[in-house]
């Protein structure tokens, strides 16, 4: 079965910081790879995803994230930090369910804490 | 356009109670799926719908969760006799079609039971 480790549970970075989130994941084959960010009291938006193709993926909000085969990684950065971008941060792995459904897996998540 | 809506937003039972938790997906989206966050957790799925079909039920903790989706459209799930495990923030989220289509998600019901 697949699963998704976010090694970090929170992390505090100043603003205009570079940032770097890591995610490993388990998965058989060719993972479809996904990004997600929770503000308090909000639904998850999806930052960025993965298929196939170009390893590094542009996303909303100025983030990036790399798909590593070799290290089962796809670490989210983004190269300066706005106070705006303090939130819950969540990798998930999807699975093609029978009938066509994306079940997705997601990790713990790590808290980002971003210090004025 | 309007998001995935979902109501109550907040919930709070008695231990032994039945809720109902409602899902409003975007308009056209034929995937549904529900989703468990306990405190502190990623969310972990629950169930999947594809219109009014249910395709997956694997995640459903017991068989006090029941999930329906009877017009391909809004969808509810219900949890009979709630225990205190059950506290959690139920996600729902929709997407237009399968495959590796973004969902969409839902703010959550919040449920405590108490």
């Known amino acids: 079965a697949q699963s998704v480790t976010q090694p970090d549970i929170h992390i505090t970075v100043s603003e205009g910081a570079s940032l770097e989130l890591r995610c490993n994941y388990s998965?058989?084959?060719?993972?479809?790879l996904f990004w997600y960010v929770q503000s308090p009291g909000q639904g998850l938006q999806l930052l960025l995803k993965y298929f196939s193709g170009d390893t590094l993926v542009q996303g909303i909000k100025g983030f990036e994230a790399e798909f590593k085969r070799s290290q089962s990684s796809f670490n989210l950065r983004k190269p300066s930090v706005h106070w705006s971008d303090a939130a819950e941060y969540f990798c998930?792995?999807?699975?093609?369910?029978?009938?066509?459904?994306?079940?997705?897996?997601f990790g713990t998540g790590t808290q980002l804490k971003v210090e004025l | 356009g309007a998001g995935v809506s979902q109501s109550p937003r907040y919930k709070v039972a008695k231990r032994g109670q039945d809720v109902a938790l409602r899902c409003d997906p975007i308009?056209?989206?034929?995937?549904l799926f529900w989703y468990q966050q306990a405190l502190g957790q990623g969310p972990e799925f629950l169930t999947y719908f594809q219109n009014e079909a249910q395709l997956d039920k694997s995640g459903l903790p017991s068989d006090r969760f029941f999930a329906e989706r009877p017009e391909g459209s809004v969808s509810t799930l219900k949890i009979q006799r709630t225990q205190q495990e059950d506290s959690a923030v139920y996600l729902c989220?929709?997407?237009?079609?399968?495959?590796?289509?973004?969902?969409?998600f839902g703010p959550g019901t919040r449920l405590l039971v108490l």
């Open positions: 989220a929709s997407s237009l079609g399968q495959g590796g289509e973004t969902q969409y």
């Open positions: 998965y058989g084959a060719t993972p479809y």
């Open positions: 308009s056209g989206h034929v995937s």
């Open positions: 998930a792995v999807g699975n093609i369910l029978t009938g066509g459904g994306n079940k997705l897996t």
